[in-house]
């Protein structure tokens, strides 16, 4: 069975503060990983998307990748109230250039 | 269009009935998913298109559901004989595949509840 495992959270962060959301994948084959925001009631939203080893920077948002040790995080800088949502990691498993295998979501809450 | 729609935004059906969701993709996007979330849990991947074709319909549940696409667009699915278990988001996403794999775009999702 072909997984994607987060910590269901809730994660808690004041503003201001780095939150780091983490994300660990069985298939050592993947190839393409994905982080998606929800709020609650909407649909996921593209976050960042991440195919080679190392750090990817968007704005406030860092997504690592460690292939070897399949592990992908995603790094928040100066959280904002308005980063509240479930933070979902997608993973593209060998094989499949098209089917994502997502985690169940981490609940980040930022504090004012 | 702008963005993936899906309609009824809100279903709700009794037992035994028959139910229809719709996906309209962006415009371009030859590849169309239906994913299933259930309260508190992950997506879970359901069927898979390419242009109207299904080559991987590997995570549709049971028998009672199945799914159609037309002119390589709109797509439905259909779940016959709705049971309780069934209820939950029922969300479709496009990609413009190009070889590797492609970013998803989801829609806003079907809340199907079923009494």
Request: charged share 20%.
């Amino acid at each position: 069975q072909k997984e994607v495992e987060q910590n269901s959270g809730p994660l808690s962060v004041p503003e201001g503060a780095i939150a780091s959301l983490n994300c660990t994948y069985s298939d050592r084959g993947s190839q393409s990983f994905f982080w998606y925001r929800q709020y609650s009631g909407k649909s996921p939203e593209l976050i960042m998307s991440i195919y080679s080893n190392g750090d990817k920077e968007d704005g406030r948002f860092t997504a690592q990748l460690n292939k070897a040790s399949q592990y992908v995080s995603l790094l928040i800088r100066d959280s904002q109230p308005s980063d509240s949502a479930t933070y979902l990691c997608a993973v593209n498993m060998q094989g499949s250039n098209y089917k994502l295998t997502f985690g169940k979501g981490t609940l980040l809450t930022v504090n004012p | 269009g702008a963005g993936v729609s899906q309609s009824p935004s809100n279903k709700v059906t009794e037992k035994g009935k028959d139910v229809e969701l719709r996906c309209d993709p962006i415009s371009g996007h030859t590849a169309l998913y239906w994913y299933r979330q259930s309260l508190g849990q992950g997506l879970e991947f359901l069927i898979y298109f390419q242009g109207n074709s299904a080559p991987d319909k590997s995570g549709l549940p049971s028998d009672r559901f199945s799914a159609e696409r037309t002119g390589g667009s709109v797509s439905t699915l259909t779940i016959q004989r709705t049971q309780q278990e069934d209820s939950a988001v029922y969300l479709c996403a496009s990609s413009k595949p190009s070889g590797g794999a492609e970013t998803q775009y989801f829609g806003p999702g079907t809340r199907l509840l079923v009494l």
